[in-house]
Nanobody
Framework: QVQVVESGGGLVQAGGSLRLSCAASGRAVSRYRMGWFRQAPGKEREFVADTRWIGPGTVDADYAESVKGRFTIFRDTAKKSASLQMNGLKPEDTAVYYC?????????WGQGTQVTVFS
């Protein structure tokens, strides 16, 4: 069983920054995909960014086109955590952000953290 907990959401003015954190528990979490999805009111949940373990000390990152160049995902495999640095925030980034851990058989979701960007 894997538990996933997010933190770091909040209210920020457009152009500002926020950093979200995700802590996971469970065996072998370091080798699993960890990432972020978001869901805005009235919209479907969408992919934001993720990291995949490639080898010892090496992870690969991928981003949605809408956040490339503004968001950066960091992974600390030793601490079983991932964070999402969000810069240049826009009102359209307003959503509940969810951290995920994807094992070979299951996907685990956090409870979500609200990010609200006002203009």
């Amino acid at each position: 069983q894997v538990q996933v907990v997010e933190s770091g959401g909040g209210l920020v003015q457009a152009g500002g920054s926020l950093r979200l954190s995700c802590a996971a528990s469970g065996r072998a979490v370091s080798r699993y995909r960890m990432g972020w999805f978001r869901q805005a009111p009235g919209k479907e949940r969408e992919f934001v960014a993720d990291t995949r373990w490639i080898g010892p000390g090496t992870v690969d990152a991928d981003y949605a086109e809408s956040v490339k160049g503004r968001f950066t995902i960091f992974r600390d495999t030793a601490k079983k955590s991932a964070s999402l640095q969000m810069n240049g925030l826009k009102p359209e980034d307003t959503a509940v952000y969810y951290c995920i851990v994807q094992t070979t058989t299951d996907t685990y979701w956090g409870q979500g953290t609200q990010v609200t960007v006002f203009s």
